[in-house]
């Protein structure tokens, strides 16, 4: 697709101590075949050898003669996932942001898959998720990625309108992860688009927010974040309030309500000290069937952290396995 076809997109690597990783993650980048593009590169106050693999990697990429143009920035500080994705779009041009993270790896067709299927659809999306393959730490297939969308949202393979940050501009929170609040901006401006073209490896096990083995802490501080990010949804629903319906804003607020609910009583759950208060947070909770994952973690969670810690260790045992053979069959 040449640049009389489609608007420049700005492909986005985000990279925080991601010296193992960044570099594959940096070839995906350079490989995309979709013209006009910029590659944007966000490295947040990085303490490991990442800028120093960014800046060999790009000044080598520029010297081939199809390369598209860089954009590089690094943070004096660290800013935080979202404060480093809204730095990210400040510097970037493109009508159509692609996110990716420095741990994971685009295949080579993304973007033009992602502008093909959003021009095809009237250009009406203002977030579009693709599908992808989970691999572990080391690489190995760990079979499909769930079907990412709005409500099971993962930022690293979705594309943004770039009104979804001239509009809000920056946030309160800007160290909560960037994933909930600019797909809820998204869906206040527009539609969301859903592909399931598997167009990303998505690694598991290298982050907080996707431990094979730890569970109680990374679901912790992503309810965290969560809660925060409710708060950022709530001052972001104010910029567009003179331009939605009365109804519309009173869905969303009750849309936030409830995500808050269900967001303080699994921290509840997560977090009470005696068995009273986390079995306060699960009967705030909406029941769901007997003997469904959700169920078993729960209980794990009930229990005294120790024992609560042993079930939730044989469940992250037996994930890893059904994964793991997943990606050997190819499923």
């Not at 203002?126 to 297939?141: A, D, H, Q, Y």
């Amino acid at each position: 697709m040449d640049s009389t076809e489609g608007p420049l997109v700005s492909f986005c690597v985000m990279c925080y101590n991601q010296e193992r990783y960044i570099g594959e993650a940096l070839e995906g980048a350079f490989a995309q075949t979709y013209r006009p593009l910029e590659i944007v590169i966000s490295d947040d106050a990085s303490t490991d050898r990442s800028w120093d693999i960014i800046s060999e990697a790009v000044e080598k990429y520029l010297m081939r003669p199809d390369a598209a143009e860089v954009v590089l920035n690094r943070n004096v500080s660290n800013c935080g996932d979202l404060g480093n994705w809204l730095k990210l779009c400040s510097v970037a041009k493109g009508k159509l942001l692609v996110k990716a993270d420095g741990d994971d790896v685009s295949l080579p067709e993304r973007t033009e898959r992602i502008v093909a299927a959003w021009m095809a659809d009237g250009c009406r999306a203002t977030v579009i998720s693709n599908g992808g393959f989970l691999m572990g730490p080391r690489g190995e297939r760990m079979g499909r990625m769930w079907q990412v969308n709005a409500k099971f949202a993962a930022g690293a393979v979705m594309t943004f309108d770039r009104a979804t940050f001239d509009v809000f501009g920056g946030a309160a929170y800007p160290r909560i992860l960037d994933d909930e609040p600019f797909v809820r901006r998204a869906l206040m401006l527009g539609p969301e688009l859903v592909l399931p073209d598997r167009l990303v490896r998505y690694r598991l096990g290298t982050g907080l927010s996707s431990s094979l083995w730890r569970v109680r802490a990374p679901l912790r501080r992503a309810r965290g974040d969560l809660l925060l990010a409710l708060e950022q949804s709530r001052v972001d629903l104010e910029v567009v309030r003179k331009d939605i319906s009365e109804a519309d804003y009173a869905a969303w607020l009750a849309r936030l309500d409830a995500d808050r609910e269900r967001a303080e009583a699994e921290v509840q759950m997560l977090d009470g000290d005696t068995f009273a208060v986390r079995l306060a947070g699960y009967r705030r909770l909406a029941r769901v069937p007997l003997l469904s994952v959700w169920q078993f973690l729960r209980c794990a969670f009930l229990l005294p952290k120790p024992l609560g810690d042993c079930l939730l260790f044989a469940y992250a045992i037996v994930r890893y396995a059904r994964r793991r053979a997943k990606g050997l069959l190819g499923i």
